[in-house]
């Protein structure tokens, strides 16, 4: 039996601003537990919301950026539910308007684009952390009321390398856009999975199963392989009546998803617009700032770099990994440097760097500037290939300008011809087999007579003028 899997996802993000989403507490990570807290954030009796604009701007970015249907007018609601991470015993989040609905944004998995729709974008306030331990828990109210994007995408894909592409394209986006870090390592992202088989052809959706709070998109495609293997034996074993619709949770150590609850029907939160929050009219001009400020994204920087400056679709990929990488690539070319040389360098050289140093590039020493200061000698003969090179990692190692090393180094290209003739006369005079058994065919010792000339300029000499030179001299 040919079976389709069906995913769903549903992605938190904390939003970057100064302050949480309704306080005026510090939004900001921080080590030290219950330290970024008001009286707002804890529930106090009295408490009145007010509504950050910045995050509330954030939001409706993410939601032009994802295609969606604006609404005229911001409503929240509440949704009620009891948990101990809640201080209010409601969640103030969005159900009757949210920031955007019916989006849709293609991603790249392999050479093939795919739509992924989305259902909604809907902002709301984080829960406070947990820590548990053996026989109690420990409460840390510094997130709660943090600023949490929710993206609910429509159950369109079909594959866990879909699944992930869109995941680190999302992320890619929030850091583009200045609206997250979107920092899984400090918790800023989590993600719901949901995960159905059906058989090909049919029409309805197979039972749904829900893995939560998975914390890396690693684990996102490791929970939606091992459901699919689940799945998959229960129903070709004839036990598909055991795939009921309940919530599960991925753990590390088993790699396996573990039942946390049956879920028999939908929960009634019992969702309604909240009474001490008024409803604010969404401005047309607002939404045309707001759309102003984002900046061309991942895909179309790509598709620009493909096309206008001849990039392979590997390295254009590489540049657009993050927008620092794409920031960095676009300055060089601003400064002059040709596009195809910007890419090699950042692609190989830098990258190469960075990684093994494990170091960003809005830190590297390198900048555009010095870039342009190692790559220019090169362009104009000054010097060699190999020299820039070696140019490149004495600058990183003493942190000096490129002009200063050049100079302190003699790196300086030698293209005197007639100090290159006179070389070049000496090592002829000096290789007479050699010389004799070129003109008698052996052209390949050509490069003998250049490897002799660089080795005895040490390496500075031109190597088109002497390859000019030596055709002349030796035809």
């Known amino acids: 039996m040919a079976l389709k899997v069906v995913i769903g996802l549903e992605m938190h993000c904390e939003l970057k601003t100064t302050s949480k989403v309704f306080s005026k507490s510090r ?3 921080s080590d030290l537990p219950n330290s970024t807290v008001t009286a707002i954030d804890m529930a106090f009796p009295g408490i009145l919301p007010i509504v ?8 409706i970015k993410m939601a032009i950026c994802l295609n969606c249907e604006i609404p005229d007018i911001l409503v ?18 969005q159900s009757t308007k949210p920031v955007g609905i019916n989006g849709k944004i293609e991603i790249e998995v392999g050479d093939e684009l795919i739509p992924v729709y989305i259902h909604d974008i809907h902002l709301e306030e984080d829960t406070a952390s947990l820590d548990h331990f053996f026989d109690y828990s420990l409460i840390d109210y510094n997130r709660s009321g943090v600023p949490l994007l929710e993206i609910v995408t429509e159950p369109c894909i079909n594959s866990p ?5 869109f995941l680190e394209y999302l992320r890619n986006i929030y850091k583009y856009t200045d609206c997250s870090e979107a920092d899984t390592k400090k918790g800023q992202i989590r993600c719901d999975v949901n995960v159905s088989l059906m058989e090909e052809g049919a029409t309805q959706l197979g039972t749904k199963v829900e893995i939560k709070n998975v914390n890396s998109f690693s684990n996102v495609q490791a929970a939606i392989l091992y459901e699919i293997e689940r799945q998959t034996n229960l129903i070709n074993s004839g036990r598909k009546d055991e795939i009921i619709q309940e919530t599960r949770r991925w753990d ?9 609850r049956e879920k028999v029907e939908s929960i009634d939160y019992k969702y309604y617009i909240d009474p001490n929050i008024p409803k604010f009219k969404i401005d047309k001009e607002w939404l045309e700032e707001i759309k102003n400020e984002i900046p061309a994204l991942p895909l179309e920087r790509k598709n620009n770099y493909i096309n ?14 993050t927008k620092e990488n794409s920031d960095y690539f676009e300055e060089c070319i601003n400064l002059g440097i040709d596009p195809k040389d910007a890419s090699n360098w950042i692609t190989t050289q830098i ?3 960075l990684n093994k140093h ?47 090393l050049i100079k302190k180094y003699g790196m300086e290209q030698l293209d005197n011809e007639d100090e290159l003739e006179a070389i070049i006369d000496s090592i002829i005079v000096n290789s007479p087999n050699q010389v004799s058994e070129y003109k008698n065919g052996k052209t390949n010792l050509f490069d003998y007579f250049v490897g002799q000339t660089m080795k005895e300029t040490r390496g500075k000499a031109n190597p088109v003028k002497v390859k000019e030179i030596l055709t002349n001299k030796l035809s």
């Open 161 to 165: 390398e879909a699944a992930v592409a």
């Open 252 to 260: 590390d150590e088993t790699a396996t998803t573990i039942r946390m």
């Open 351 to 353: 990258m190469g760097y």
């Open 358 to 404: 494990d170091i960003e590039i809005n830190k590297f020493f390198i900048t555009p500037k010095r870039l342009f200061n190692i790559l220019d000698p090169l362009k104009k003969g000054k010097i060699s290939s190999k020299q820039a090179k070696d140019l490149f990692f004495k600058v990183l190692e003493e942190q000096e300008e490129p002009e200063t």
């Open 27 to 29: 939004n900001t990570y």
């Open 52 to 59: 950050n604009k910045e995050a509330v701007k954030k939001a």
């Open 76 to 93: 929240f609601d509440r949704k009620n539910y009891y948990y101990p991470d809640l201080p209010k015993g409601y969640q103030i989040t």
């Open 308 to 321: 206008e400056y001849g990039l392979s679709n590997y390295d254009a990929g590489v540049i657009v990994k």
